[in-house]
T-cell receptor, first 116, second 111 residues
Framework: ETGVTQTPRHLVMGMTNKKSLKCEQH?????MYWYKQSAKKPLELMFV???????ENNSVPSRFSPECPNSSHLFLHLHTLQPEDSALYLC???????????????FGPGTRLTVL | SQQGEEDPQALSIQEGENATMNCSYK?????LQWYRQNSGRGLVHLIL?????REKHSGRLRVTLDTSKKSSSLLITASRAADTASYFC???????????FGKGTTLSVSS
C-alpha cells in the first residue's frame, strides 16, 4: 500500500448524475494531484493542490470540480459527464518545497469511472 | 503538452533477459522520474534522477540520463515475470511545475 486511498474503486454513472471521488493520503504530504488516464493516451494532469491552494488547472472542463478541504483530503466532484470522460482517475500526493522541483509522487489505486 | 516519450511502446522478453526502455524529452528539466504501473492500478515510483546526475542504481534497476541528448534509459536486469507492467518516465518542465508523463512502455516478461 502506498498510503494513498481512493474511493470508490469503481463507479458507473449516467450523464445526468452527480457523484464525487474521494482521495485521502496518510503520508503527511503537502501536495495532492488528480490525473486522468484514458486508454492509449498519456497520463493527463488535471489539478494540483499545493499547500491546499490550487496551483494548476490544466484546462479541465467545468464539469469536473476539485475540492481540497485540508492537506490530507482531495475530492473530485463530477456532474453532467460525457461518455468520453470514462477513464481511470488517479490521485497522488507528494511532499514539496515551495518553488522547488517536484519530488516522487505516491499514487492511489485509482477509480475506474464509466459514464453511460 | 507531452514532455517525455518512451520507446519502444511495447517490449516482450523472456525471464532472465535484460529489458531496456528509453525516454526522450523536449525541454530542459530539473529531474526525471520513472514509474511502474501494473494493469489498471496506480503508479509506483521507481527512481528519480536529477539533471546533474548521469546514472543511478536501485536493485536490478539502472537509470541513465544524458541531458545533451535529452534522453534517459531504464534498464531492468535479470527480468522476472513479476516485472510485467507499464513503465513511464515523467519530467518537470521547470521548477515548481508538476510532472508530465509519457505514454509508457508496456513490458511483458514470459516465463
Amino acid at each position: 500500500e502506498t498510503g494513498v486511498t481512493q474511493t470508490p474503486r469503481h463507479l458507473v454513472m449516467g450523464m445526468t448524475n452527480k457523484k464525487s471521488l474521494k482521495c485521502e493520503q496518510h503520508l503527511g504530504h503537502n501536495a495532492m494531484y488528480w490525473y486522468k488516464q484514458s486508454a492509449k493516451k498519456p497520463l493527463e494532469l488535471m489539478f494540483v493542490y499545493n499547500f491546499k491552494e490550487q496551483t494548476e488547472n490544466n484546462s479541465v472542463p467545468s464539469r469536473f470540480s476539485p475540492e481540497c478541504p485540508n492537506s490530507s483530503h482531495l475530492f473530485l466532484h463530477l456532474h453532467t459527464l460525457q461518455p468520453e470522460d470514462s477513464a481511470l482517475y488517479l490521485c497522488a500526493s507528494s511532499q514539496e518545497a515551495s518553488g522547488g522541483s517536484y519530488n516522487e509522487q505516491f499514487f492511489g489505486p485509482g477509480t475506474r469511472l464509466t459514464v453511460l | 503538452s507531452q514532455q517525455g516519450e518512451e520507446d519502444p511502446q511495447a517490449l516482450s522478453i523472456q525471464e532472465g533477459e535484460n529489458a531496456t526502455m528509453n525516454c526522450s524529452y523536449k525541454t530542459s528539466i530539473n529531474n526525471l522520474q520513472w514509474y511502474r504501473q501494473n494493469s489498471g492500478r496506480g503508479l509506483v515510483h521507481l527512481i528519480l534522477i536529477r539533471s546533474n546526475e548521469r546514472e543511478k542504481h536501485s536493485g536490478r534497476l539502472r537509470v541513465t540520463l544524458d541531458t545533451s541528448k535529452k534522453s534517459s534509459s531504464l534498464l531492468i536486469t535479470a527480468s522476472r515475470a513479476a516485472d510485467t507492467a507499464s513503465y513511464f518516465c515523467a519530467t518537470d518542465k521547470r521548477a515548481g511545475t508538476a510532472l508530465i508523463f509519457g505514454k509508457g512502455t508496456t513490458l511483458s516478461v514470459s516465463s
